[in-house]
Structures are given as structure tokens and as C-alpha cells.
């Protein structure tokens, strides 16, 4: 089975522009990214796909591999698959840009549903976080996921689900941590089918695999990790690094 890691890079950012770009620790966030996903060993490869020649530089120059997007897309995953759309590969790991300290052992768990999905039934797995702060469970920026016994996603949504009629019903709640590996044909598929409405309601592309039929495994995680979306979260991770 080849297992690929693709980090789909955009430098522009509406938070916080050429985040990617930026100073950590003597090398750019982008390339302390590629370069933590390498020393994973999980990977029989690792790519950066961008539509920015500065982030593409930034990646070759620095001998790492970088696929230039040929077209406009409104995700990571259309990115990703028209990247791969042409390679001999099994599973994507779509691996953020933003994420410098990469944590091998929950990207090693989700990998493993793969290797013992002797049925072929999972289309793609996500990894989830078990929270219990009632802050945490509104904020409509946390996406939660319901899940059934097999633990394969139910449904994803901004709002609160389920909804705590009976608050003594013994209900866990998770938020959706977004890193994806996807099978290559799931991968594809979702860049040849259209939005539906569900997707476009809560602006969540995963959505898009549930309401065509795509099985997601959802994993349990304890990591949390370090992403960049501002400049205090890019002096955080600084400190970090430097302990």
C-alpha cells in the first residue's frame, strides 16, 4: 500500500497573510511543515501543493518536492486531488500547512484503520477530540462530529449535536481535528461531484462525502496540535520551539 503526505500551501490568508512564509526558528512555517512530515517515516512521499511561486521556491530550493495547482479551488481536497489525480498511490494524508509540530502517533492511528480495513469499506479517516467544556461544545468555530458504534461519522456541524434534551444521557462530545487520509478513488470522486446543500449550509467539505454515501472512520485522539492562524499563534509556537 503507498501511502503519500500532500500539504496543500496557499500564501495568501485572510487571518493572517504569508503565515506560511513566515520565521521559525531560522526556516520558514512551510518548510518546518514539509520537513516534520518527512521525519514522520510514515510516508513514502511527501509534497507540497501551492498555487503561490514563493512557496514553490521555497519548498524546491530547500530540496523538497512541490507540485505547482494548475487550476482555482475553493479546498484543500480539490487541491490535493487534482495533484495526485495522475500518481500510483493507495491513501493521501492531507497534512496542514499551518501545523509545524506534527505529532506522529495519531497521523500512525489513522493510518492503521487502513491496514486492517479488510473489507475496503473506509473511504477516508479523520481524526476527533473528546471535549467537555460547555465553551468549547457552542463555539461555533469548533466542528463537532457524531459518530456510530463503529465510530464512522454520522454527521459534522458548527451548531451543537447532538442536542442535550437529557443532559443525563451520558452523551460525549468531539470536535473534529482536520486532518484527512483519504483512499485515492474517495479523493476523486470528491473532486468530480458537485456541492450539494449540506456542505454549502455549514461551509464544511467533508459533508460533501456524507451526503454521496462515503464511509468516514473518525479516530480518537488526545493530541492537540500547534496551528498558525495569527501572529500571536506564530509567537507561541517560537516559544515553543525554543524549549
Not at 489513522?110 to 460547555?134: G, Q
Not at 469548533?142 to 461519522?153: E, G, L, P, R, T
Not at 434534551?165 to 485515492?184: C, E, L, M, P, Q
Amino acid at each position: 500500500m503507498k501511502i503519500i503526505a500532500v500539504i496543500p500551501a496557499r500564501y495568501a490568508s485572510t487571518r493572517f497573510p504569508a503565515k506560511l512564509m513566515q520565521d521559525l526558528a531560522g526556516k520558514t512555517v512551510i518548510m518546518r511543515t514539509y520537513e516534520a512530515a518527512v521525519k514522520t517515516n510514515l510516508f513514502n512521499d511527501v509534497f507540497v501543493v501551492t498555487d503561490s511561486d514563493i512557496i514553490f521556491k521555497e519548498i524546491t530550493t530547500n530540496g523538497g518536492k512541490a507540485i505547482m495547482s494548475i487550476k482555482e479551488h475553493e479546498s484543500g481536497s480539490d487541491r490535493i486531488a487534482e495533484a495526485v489525480e495522475h500518481m500510483d498511490v493507495d491513501i493521501v494524508v492531507n497534512v496542514q500547512g499551518d501545523e509545524p509540530f506534527i505529532n506522529k502517533e495519531p497521523l500512525a492511528e489513522l493510518l492503521e484503520v487502513f491496514k486492517t480495513d479488510t473489507a475496503r469499506e473506509i473511504d477516508l479517516a479523520s481524526l476527533m477530540l473528546h471535549i467537555t467544556d460547555n465553551e468549547a461544545i457552542e463555539n461555533p468555530n469548533n466542528v463537532k462530529v457524531v459518530i456510530d458504534q463503529k465510530h464512522f461519522a454520522l454527521y459534522f456541524s458548527r451548531s451543537v449535536i447532538p442536542y442535550p434534551r437529557d443532559t443525563n444521557a451520558g452523551v460525549r462530545y468531539f470536535k473534529h481535528i482536520g486532518i484527512y487520509a483519504f483512499r485515492k478513488h474517495a479523493l476523486l470522486d470528491f473532486y468530480n461531484l458537485p456541492m450539494q446543500s449540506l456542505e454549502a449550509s455549514e461551509k464544511l467539505e467533508q459533508l460533501r462525502y456524507l451526503e454521496y454515501g462515503k464511509k468516514i472512520k473518525m479516530v480518537e485522539t488526545a493530541h492537540i496540535g500547534i496551528g498558525i492562524d495569527t501572529p500571536e499563534d506564530l509567537e507561541q509556537a517560537r516559544k515553543f520551539w525554543a524549549k
